[in-house]
């Protein structure tokens, strides 16, 4: 990650122009800690470049109970006719319990695209991709 990480205190990231396939970024204020990486403001995102039909993260909230919006983009845009089955057809979607969302199935052709997830509101807590 540019600029190195800040293991275990809240520092702002941004992501670079560009993202390697297989790279990932973070934007905004995160907290990163040695199982997981949580948001600490609105509009946190994680970006990545991936080559895969699917797109699947395990989070959850970090206070449990609590329920986090997110909404999920691809290649810049709402992810409308890639969404996954735990996004809506607007692009959007809640975390509100630690388990793998499917946050990207493309449909037709796979390629590679840049994957964003922005959360709403502080503590969404986000642990590991997972490609289909």
């Known amino acids: ?9 809240s520092r702002v990231y941004q992501v670079p122009d560009r993202l390697a396939l297989n790279e990932w970024a973070l934007s905004g204020e995160w907290t990163i800690g040695p199982e997981s990486a949580v948001s600490r403001a609105p509009n946190a995102r994680i970006a990545f470049r991936f080559h895969a039909r699917d797109v699947h993260l395990v989070m959850g909230p970090a206070d449990p109970g609590s329920a986090i919006g997110f909404r999920v983009f ?3 845009r709402p992810a409308t006719d890639a969404h996954g089955s735990d996004v809506g057809a ?6 509100d319990f630690p388990r793998m969302y499917q946050l990207v199935r493309q449909r037709g052709s796979i390629e590679s695209r840049l994957f964003e997830i922005e959360f709403e509101a502080p503590g969404g807590e986000a642990f590991c991709f997972t490609f289909g």
């Open 1 to 9: 990650m540019e600029g190195g990480i800040a293991a275990e205190r």
């Open 74 to 76: 691809v290649d810049g």
């Open 90 to 95: 607007d692009g959007t979607g809640k975390v």
